[in-house]
Antibody, heavy 125, light 106 residues
Framework: QVQLVQSGAEVKKPGASVKVSCQTSENILIGQYVHWVRQAPGQGPEWMGWINFNSGATDYAQKFQGRVTMTRDTMTRDTSIITVYLEVSRLRSDDTAVYYC?????????????WGQGTLVTVSS | IVLTQSPGTLSLSPGERATLSCRASQSLSSNYLAWYQQKPGQAPSLLIYGASSRATGISDRFSGSGSGTEFTLTITRLEPEDFAVYYCQHYTATPYTFGQGTKLEL
């Protein structure tokens, strides 16, 4: 059973940064990538980028480059639990959204079988 | 690639058939299109991938069709739990994008 467990809701002021975590487990069948998708109120989902939690490689949507950083927990692991992070800086009111981490199925293509529960980030003065 | 879904809202009754459309601004190679269902307060849930393949555990009342730039999600014999918002997503290349959604309401 693949699980993705995210950190709790955040309230931030404009201009601040937020860091959201996503805990998951190693699973050879579904690969090494965790994607981040956000959804503003009443809107469709929006893909933000991915991180390879083994190599640390990332790919960000152009819209978010320079303002988004995806990282992984680099502490030595003796378990199969992995934590990845999404940091968004210089927050604006239109960054208010639910942020999801997601992973693919056993088919190596970027549609999402497994989702975290979502983290609501509210940006308000 | 921009995905445009229609209609924005679809009002039907249990037992009826729903037809949802997703149009891509350019042809999707290998029909790399997925459909998701989303209920309030929940993450999207995968229904269809590859335009027409049902995900594991999905009822055969859900079917996907189409190719190129025109895709359709059909739901037959609507049940109360089917009333939700549906999104399409392409995964041909980054940036992956989603449609704006179709709300299926009673």
């Amino acid at each position: 059973q693949v699980q993705l467990v995210q950190s709790g809701a955040e309230v931030k002021k404009p201009g601040a940064s937020v860091k959201v975590s996503c805990q998951t487990s190693e699973n050879i069948l579904i690969g090494q990538y965790v994607h981040w998708v956000r959804q503003a109120p009443g809107q469709g989902p929006e893909w933000m980028g991915w991180i390879n939690f083994n190599s640390g490689a990332t790919d960000y949507a152009q819209k978010f480059q320079g303002r988004v950083t995806m990282t992984r927990d680099t502490m030595t692991r003796d378990t199969s639990i992995i934590t990845v992070y999404l940091e968004v800086s210089r927050l604006r009111s239109d960054d208010t959204a639910v942020y999801y981490c997601a992973r693919r199925s056993e088919i190596p293509l970027a549609f999402y079988q497994h989702w975290g529960q979502g983290t609501l980030v509210t940006v308000s003065s | 690639i921009v995905l445009t879904q229609s209609p924005g809202t679809l009002s039907l009754s249990p037992g009826e058939r729903a037809t949802l459309s997703c149009r891509a601004s350019q042809s999707l190679s290998s029909n790399y299109l997925a459909w998701y269902q989303q209920k309030p307060g929940q993450a999207p849930s995968l229904l269809i991938y590859g335009a027409s393949s049902r995900a594991t555990g999905i009822s055969d009342r859900f079917s996907g069709s189409g190719s190129g730039t025109e895709f359709t999600l059909t739901i037959t014999r609507l049940e109360p739990e089917d009333f939700a918002v549906y999104y399409c997503q392409h995964y041909t290349a980054t940036p992956y994008t989603f449609g704006q959604g179709t709300k299926l309401e009673l």
